[in-house]
């Protein structure tokens, strides 16, 4: 499968963003989604998570309560809408799939998108 991430952008602190993540294949239902992101100097970091249905989806600490994942498999596409950002929200984020259960681990994921540019200024 091959992925397309969009919808970054430069927002100020208390802003929200809809990242987008357009998948390709007849299988893009099939496979478990991740948002990471990455930080210049820093490691990637698991962001969100969600199974093949929509029906299961995990956070990382740092996006629950202000992130949502969702899918749309009829069209491909898996959705990250981020709200009540914050300065330490920038960075790259990049969606990935799995053909394996949800996973926060980077390495879970065998596919990834180019990543798109998120930047919260204060």
């Known amino acids: 499968v091959q992925l397309q991430a969009s919808g970054g952008g430069l927002v100020q602190a208390g802003g929200s963003l809809r990242l987008s993540c357009s998948g390709s294949g007849r299988t893009f239902g099939t496979y478990t989604l991740g948002w990471f992101r990455q930080a210049p100097g820093r490691e990637r970091e698991f962001v969100a998570t969600i199974n093949w249905s929509g029906s299961t989806t995990s956070y990382a600490v740092s996006a629950k309560g202000r992130f949502t994942f969702s899918r749309d498999n009829a069209r491909n596409t898996a959705y990250l809408q981020m709200n009540s950002l914050k300065p330490e929200d920038t960075a790259v984020y990049y969606c990935?799939?799995?053909?394996?259960?949800?996973?926060?681990?980077?390495?879970?994921?065998?596919?990834w998108g180019q990543g798109t540019q998120v930047t919260v200024s204060s």
């Open positions: 990935a799939a799995s053909p394996r259960g949800t996973s926060v681990v980077v390495n879970s994921y065998d596919y």
